[in-house]
């Protein structure tokens, strides 16, 4: 389960034309070197605390493999 962050910063800030302060953020979840593992959670709009709440299982996950995290605006 991945429940949420905190604290993010908004990738946004100092892009010419974008002002926001606030971020869009969503969390991608993979087993690495392994093809057909990567899954997504729902974009949560205008947050530097987002909350997914996401539930999901990786078919051919085994107890010892890493997983990878990667947080995106």
Partial sequence: ???GAKGL???DRGIPGKFSDKANPYCIYEIPGKSGTKFQ???VNN????VWNHTG???GYS???SLLFTVWD
């Fill in 9 to 11: 910063r908004a990738a």
């Fill in 57 to 59: 299982e990786i078919a």
């Fill in 63 to 65: 107890p010892g493999n």
């Fill in 1 to 3: 389960m991945i429940v």
């Fill in 47 to 50: 947050t530097v605390n987002p």
């Fill in 41 to 43: 959670t729902k974009i």
